[in-house]
């Protein structure tokens, strides 16, 4: 995963089907503003507990936007990746299964597919309970992210999980002490929100009462 050799930047092309910046302009008290948006896919995340192990199953993987995030709050800028003084293993994030949604399916089928896709998990859409939906990059994008929360164990494991085409995503299975852990110092791994919020949810509502 984190074989990375060479890192650059260029220009965002008019035409990317992930992005897209744009400006609203509104009058509000009677006054002309301006706000710098960008359009951007809403989402699914996945709170997945496997019952078998007792292990949350979450997701490692290389985020260009956190490496570019981690240099630009540390230097101040990023003009040009330097990879000795700073590794790709820096842009590494743990955070909960999840999706964009960019197809035209419900929004837990979705959710189905990035389970089987990333973790390798095979269930039914009925047992993919809700959570909660919320709006992230407010104030950015306003994208909307719907959290599910599911139970599986080894017998609905099909396979590895990794990700498709070229995803290179790693399954990481927490225990309940270190998923706890987790929650009460804050992300050291450059967790999402998203993930550190799935995992207050689960202990406040469905962890093991001994947990
Ligand atoms: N080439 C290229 N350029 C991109 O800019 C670019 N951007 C994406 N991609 C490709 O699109 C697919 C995106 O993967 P997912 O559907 O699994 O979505 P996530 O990246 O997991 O994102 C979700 O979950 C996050 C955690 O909660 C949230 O923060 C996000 O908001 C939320 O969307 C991959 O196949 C990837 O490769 C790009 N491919
Ligand atoms: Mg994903």
């Not at 990700?163 to 990481?172: F, P």
């Not at 309940?176 to 999402?192: I, T, W, Y």
Request: glycine share 8%.
């Amino acid at each position: 995963m984190e074989n990375i050799t060479k890192i650059w930047l260029g220009p965002l092309p008019e035409d990317s089907p992930y992005v897209k910046p744009f400006r609203m302009y509104y009058v509000q008290n009677g006054v002309e503003k301006n706000w710098d948006l960008l359009k951007v896919h809403d989402s699914v995340a996945i709170v997945l507990f496997n019952t078998t192990r007792q292990k949350l199953v979450l997701v490692r993987q290389f985020r260009p936007a956190v490496y570019h995030g981690v240099i630009a709050s540390e230097k101040g800028g990023f003009d040009k990746a330097d990879l000795k003084a700073f590794p790709p293993s820096i842009g590494v994030t743990l955070e909960l299964c999840a999706g964009i949604v960019d197809k035209s399916m419900s929004w837990q089928e979705i959710a189905r597919e990035e389970m089987l896709e990333e973790c390798g998990y095979d269930v039914p859409v009925e047992r993919i309970e809700q959570v909660m939906v919320y709006r992230s990059g407010v104030g950015s994008s306003g994208a909307k992210q719907a959290m599910y929360y599911c139970e599986v164990t080894d017998a609905d494991k099909a396979h590895g999980g990794g990700g498709v085409d070229d995803e290179l995503i790693e399954v990481v299975e927490l225990s309940l002490e270190e998923a706890k852990r987790m929650v009460q110092q804050g992300a050291v791994n450059n967790s999402p929100p998203s993930c550190l919020m799935g995992l207050m949810w689960f202990f406040a509502n469905k962890a093991p009462s001994s947990a």
